[in-house]
């Protein structure tokens, strides 16, 4: 359930991006996944459309950038990098 967690709190945060910016939808999410998230590209691709379902981020262009570095201190994290907002 460590995926299910770490997606609930990115689209939390996007949310809440995109409310502040008074964003109509989100069309583009950057993100970093770190070495022990447990997340591939493209596991978190399919990850990422199923929470956005419904949101202002459904259908929303991924890019990833992933770490191999399981001593980094966010080595089992998601973070979000930056929002592409209309």
Same mark, same amino acid.
């Given at each position: 359930?460590?995926?299910? /967690? !770490? ?7 996007? =949310?809440?991006?995109? $409310?502040?910016? $008074? ?16 997340? $591939? ?7 990422? =459309? ?15 950038? $992933? /770490? ?12 979000? !990098? /930056?929002?592409?907002?209309?």
């Amino acid at each position: 359930m460590h995926e299910h /967690s !770490l997606m609930k709190n990115l689209m939390e945060k996007i =949310e809440q991006i995109a $409310s502040e910016q $008074s964003a109509e939808r989100v069309v583009g999410v950057k993100v970093w996944l770190g070495a022990l998230s447990h997340m $591939s590209p493209g596991h978190f691709a399919e990850h990422f =459309e199923d929470a956005s379902a419904g949101t202002l981020a459904e259908g929303a262009h991924i890019t990833c950038e $992933s /770490s191999d570095d399981i001593n980094d201190p966010g080595a089992q994290d998601i973070r979000l !990098l /930056s929002l592409d907002i209309e």
